[in-house]
């Protein structure tokens, strides 16, 4: 690039506000969002993962899977993509880690602002079992609905998250349960976090 070029590219009207800062270690992201997230005045709402491990004795070599962490957490999903524990506040920003809906455009990288809570209601636990079904006949929605009622259960706060995404669309954010097969001989063994 000649440095004609580069001095076109930087004096330029441009606007940078808000924009998502990429960082090569999960360690600057975190101090970063640190600073950000206690700027907030408002509420701080918090959410810990429920990790499980449903073992077949058949598959003898994977049962160190199930080791855990003192905080409960699995040492087998160390690097799963959802972090142990999660604090939101109002006001801030957030990014989707799953691909919501499609349609809508509301996929993974999809951008918004939480911009309040509501309480948890029983009849949330079908709207998430229903929404991760892929098709009928889910033969581990009995797994998911005990880890998606432990979620809710435990949870210090009650309350579900509302984000508005940067299409204006305004969503109530469930908890996401990821249930895996581990081994290729049935009945599999199962890993899980919500």
């Not at 441009?14 to 975190?30: G, I, P, Q, Y």
């Not at 957490?73 to 006001?91: I, N, S, Y």
């Not at 508005?164 to 290729?184: A, G, M, P, S, V």
């Amino acid at each position: 690039m000649s440095t004609e070029e580069r001095e076109l590219l930087n004096n330029h009207d441009h606007d940078t506000e808000n924009a998502v800062k990429l960082f090569s270690t999960r360690e600057e992201v975190c101090r970063t969002n640190e600073v950000e997230f206690n700027r907030l005045t408002s509420r701080k709402f918090s959410y810990y993962t429920i990790d499980n491990f449903q073992w077949n004795p058949n598959h003898d070599h994977i049962q160190s899977k199930g080791f855990r962490y003192p905080d409960g957490t699995l040492r087998a999903l160390a690097e799963h993509r959802f972090d142990p524990q999660v604090h939101l506040k109002a006001g801030m920003f957030a990014v989707l880690l799953v691909n919501l809906n499609l349609q809508e455009g509301l996929v993974n990288g999809s951008q918004g602002v939480v911009r309040g809570f509501t309480p948890f209601r029983e009849g949330d636990v079908d709207k998430i079992i229903m929404k991760a079904r892929v098709g009928d006949g889910d033969p581990y929605a009995h797994f998911m609905e005990n880890d998606v009622r432990e979620f809710m259960g435990q949870a210090p706060q009650k309350q579900w998250p509302v984000v508005q995404f940067d299409n204006d669309q305004i969503i109530l954010i469930f908890c996401d349960c990821t249930i895996n097969e581990l081994e290729d001989e049935k009945p599999y063994s199962l890993i899980s976090r919500t």
